[in-house]
């Protein structure tokens, strides 16, 4: 059994209370291992450390700052293998997608060594004579970071990374259910030689360590990925504090058909946003918005596929479908499913939990496709979470573009089509942070901003350079050369 421990201004140390977690497999309810159930005392800990720390980082160039990060890009590369099987050992997701996870650090690693050198500000023209004007980005001071299950190294990278190459010390705490990999990561920053006091690891519940992050007054800045309701409490608490908050949360994306598409392709991509990582993506398709055209046939189209996907064990390379993170969520799940049922959606496939043989042992769920699903139904607007999506019939484009932002949520949509016109009305007019053509509504890079609209988000994004923006603030300078005193807006008109 694997044991970590919260890492504190360089050093692995127990935590004040004594106490430990344990960590579960959802694939087959084996107990991992342990990490301990932090306090507000630790928080503090972290804090102190982190707050001594950034007083010297702040003043280290950036490129320097970054030959830590290509150091760091460069581990997880060695490791990719050895992380990928940890992250699906502890939430599940099948191996080939904790690859890519693993990849998308890897990859923001090396994008965020290179912001080391670029770090943009402004120069501008003075509107008067000798006189030079610009604007740099200086660091807000200390990060804290809360971060979710179902991405816990993808979405650590896209806030850590970009804090530390600005200048920024960071306490993390990850979510409870994926305490390892977590570890892991703060191993490689360690290893890569990032100072000590800068990364610092605190384990434990949302609602003892989160709060305190949350609260403590020398944590400039919160971002935080996760459910809406942990999403809005956070803003809540933070704005009393008048902190920077930037915050990612659910989604209900939708893929939009129209009768004019490729359903082949169109079935490919929903089967991969519907049902990847068991659903549990922020941006997984659980709706699919089609023109009833070709409703008929691509309902058939997706109960075959549906029907050839291998459910079981991520870690087993043929399996399609790994379990859902616990069984609070299975339930949740099944919750959503008797519901839409209930307010009368047409059933065409799945629709319960699993239990034969070895899947007893886990949190499975059946990959599950409704029909006849109409916009106001609770599983048309509500984020389930799980293998679950539903198809909405409707009649046009405009129809379409009405019912996919019919939503509270504004992450991810897609459309597929071959009239580019058509296409670039859905661009325009979806209300979304992101949108795909041709493609499913999942497959973020990371060199693009990350986020969505309406309840979503609160404005900001990760990833990209647009996640600068939440790790610095804007310094305006203006430096005269003329050798008097020029007044602007005064002595030039
Ligand atoms: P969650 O329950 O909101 O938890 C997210 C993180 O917040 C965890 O570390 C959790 O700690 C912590 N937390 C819980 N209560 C807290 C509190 N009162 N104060 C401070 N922190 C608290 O979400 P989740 O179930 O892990 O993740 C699923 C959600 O994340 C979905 O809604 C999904 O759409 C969203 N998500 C959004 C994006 C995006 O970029 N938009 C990406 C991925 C996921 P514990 O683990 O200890 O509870």
């Known amino acids: 059994m694997k044991s970590y421990l919260n890492f504190i201004d360089g050093e692995w140390v127990p935590s004040v209370s004594g106490k430990f977690s344990t960590n579960v497999n959802p694939a087959t309810g084996e107990i991992l291992g342990k990490a301990p159930q932090s306090t507000k005392e630790d928080v503090d800990r972290a804090v102190l450390a982190a707050k001594k720390a950034q007083k ?30 940890i992250l699906t050992s502890e939430m599940g997701k099948v191996i080939s997608e904790a690859r890519g996870e693993v990849q998308e650090a890897i990859d923001m690693a090396y994008y965020m060594a290179g912001e080391g050198r670029r770090l943009f500000g402004d120069t501008v023209p003075s509107e008067l004579r000798n006189k030079f004007a610009m604007s740099v980005r200086v660091p807000v001071g200390i990060a804290g970071l809360i971060t979710p299950w179902n991405f816990p190294i993808a979405i650590a990278s896209w806030k850590s990374l970009p804090a530390l190459v600005a200048g920024n010390a960071v306490v993390w705490k990850p979510a409870s259910e994926t305490p390892f990999i977590a570890g892991e990561f703060v191993k490689i920053y360690q290893e890569a030689g990032l100072p000590k006091g ?17 609260d403590h ?17 956070i803003n809540e608490r933070a704005g009393r504090l008048l902190k920077r908050t930037s915050l990612e949360m659910g989604g209900k994306n939708a893929v939009t058909v129209l009768e004019d598409a490729d359903l082949d392709l169109a079935v490919d991509g929903i089967i991969w946003s519907a049902f990847g990582t068991s659903g549990q993506r922020c941006t997984a398709c659980s709706r699919v918005i089609v023109h009833e055209a070709v409703k008929e046939e691509l309902e058939q189209k997706l109960v075959k596929r549906i029907a050839e ?26 919750k959503y499913v008797k519901i839409g049922i209930k307010e009368g959606a047409k059933l065409l496939c799945g629709g319960k939990i699993l239990t034969d ?12 496709l409704f029909t006849d699903v109409k916009p106001s139904m609770t599983i048309a607007k509500e984020e389930i979470f799980g293998p679950v999506t539903s198809i909405i019939p409707v009649k046009s484009l405009e129809e379409a573009i009405e019912v996919n932002n019919s939503v509270e949520f504004g992450l991810s949509s897609s459309i597929f089509s071959r009239d580019v016109n058509r296409v670039f009305q859905a661009m325009r007019d979806f209300d ?31 990833s990209g350079v647009a996640a600068l923006d939440v790790y610095t603030e804007w310094k305006s300078i203006y430096v005269d050369y003329s050798g008097k005193l020029q007044r602007a807006q005064i002595d030039n008109k």
């Not at 007054?217 to 409490?233: A, H, K």
């Not at 991520?314 to 799940?333: A, F, T």
């Not at 070895?358 to 059946?366: C, D, I, M, R, S």
């Open 432 to 462: 979304t942070g992101i949108v795909y053509v041709n493609a499913g509504t999942t497959g973020a890079e990371i060199h693009l901003p990350f986020g969505g609209t309406k309840g979503t988000g609160n404005g900001h994004r990760d």
């Open 357 to 368: 043989g070895e899947l007893e042992k886990g949190h499975y769920y059946a990959p599950t």
């Open 309 to 334: 996907l291998k459910i079981g064990n991520g870690l087993d390379e043929e399996v399609n479908v790994g379990p859902v993170i616990n069984r609070s969520s299975l339930q949740k799940i099944d």
């Open 217 to 233: 007054p020398d944590i400039d800045i919160i971002s935080f990925t996760g459910s809406n309701e942990v999403g809005r409490q």
């Open 56 to 85: 010297s980082w702040r003043l280290v160039p950036a490129p320097e700052r970054a030959e830590v990060l290509y150091e760091v890009a460069r581990l997880l590369k060695e490791r990719k293998e050895e992380l990928a099987q």
């Open 198 to 214: 800068l990364m610092n690891l605190v384990f434990g519940s949302g609602g003892v360590v989160g709060n305190a992050i949350v």
